[in-house]
C-alpha cells in the first residue's frame, strides 16, 4: 500500500516538475526551448559582428516591454539559431529577441 502511495504521489508530481523547469523567458534563446547556452553566446558574437545601430530607449529594459512603434530597426534572426517568428534589436547596447507584432520584448540575450 504504501509503495503505491510513494508511486501516485512520484506521478503526481511529474507535471509539477515540468512546469517549474519551462519557467523562464518564452520563445527565445538559451532560457527557452530550442536554444542551448552554446548557440547563446555564438547568436550574441553574431550581433556584435553585424554592428546594428543601438536604439537609446532610456527607461528599463525589460522581458515584456513594448518597444516604440518608429525608430527601432528590427532584424532577421538566422535559421541556424532555431529561433522562429522573432526578430532581434539592440536597446542601451542589450540585445533583445521581439515578437514583431506586438513590439514585446520576449528575451533579453546576456
Not at 515540468?18 to 538559451?30: R, T
Request: charged share 15%.
Amino acid at each position: 500500500m504504501i509503495r503505491k502511495l510513494a508511486l501516485a504521489a512520484t506521478v503526481a508530481l511529474i507535471p509539477v516538475a515540468a512546469f517549474a523547469q519551462g519557467q523562464g523567458q518564452p520563445n527565445g534563446l538559451p532560457e527557452a526551448p530550442g536554444m542551448n547556452a552554446p548557440a547563446s553566446k555564438r547568436f550574441q558574437e553574431y550581433v556584435i559582428q553585424q554592428r546594428p545601430t543601438s536604439y537609446s530607449y532610456g527607461q528599463p529594459v525589460t522581458v515584456g516591454t513594448v518597444l516604440p512603434q518608429d525608430g527601432v530597426t528590427y532584424y532577421e534572426v538566422p535559421a541556424e539559431y532555431g529561433v522562429t517568428g522573432q526578430r532581434y534589436t539592440v536597446i542601451d547596447n542589450r540585445t533583445v529577441l521581439v515578437d514583431p507584432r506586438t513590439r514585446r520584448i520576449v528575451q533579453i540575450i546576456q
